[in-house]
Nanobody, 127 residues
Framework: QVQLVESGGGLVQAGGSLRLSCATS????????MGWFRQAPGKEREFVAA????????YYEDSAKGRFTISRDNAKNTVYLQMNSLKPEDTAVYYC????????????????????WGKGTLVTVSS
């Protein structure tokens, strides 16, 4: 059974940085497209970033471009989200997801078709 476990969330001041990690087990991590979503209080879940199985391609939601960086280490079965210049509006629960079929990364924007999800890690950005 594939499991995804996020970590690295916490409380940070605006302008600060956090690095989220998502460790996977039970599957073939190196063959999955991986990505991050977030859900703020009272809002719908939204796409943040995705990375191809090889790490050679990445795709970001517009507000994440230039501030967030997604990366992966296939040897460690882990995907990361480095978040810099954090803003209060980045406050949300961040979820890691995996997809087996390797659809085009742009398809992740719709948030459909992910095969596995983590339980999330809370990021709170204070003003």
């Amino acid at each position: 059974q594939v499991q995804l476990v996020e970590s690295g969330g916490g409380l940070v001041q605006a302008g600060g940085s956090l690095r989220l990690s998502c460790a996977t087990s039970g599957g073939t991590f190196s063959s999955y497209t991986m990505g991050w979503f977030r859900q703020a209080p009272g809002k719908e879940r939204e796409f943040v970033a995705a990375i191809s199985w090889s790490g050679g391609n990445t795709y970001y939601e517009d507000s994440a471009k230039g501030r967030f960086t997604i990366s992966r280490d296939n040897a460690k079965n882990t995907v990361y989200l480095q978040m810099n210049s954090l803003k209060p509006e980045d406050t949300a629960v961040y979820y890691c997801a995996a997809e087996r079929d390797n659809s085009p990364l742009q398809a992740w924007r719709a948030g459909d078709g992910m095969d596995y999800w983590g339980k999330g890690t809370l990021v709170t950005v204070s003003s």
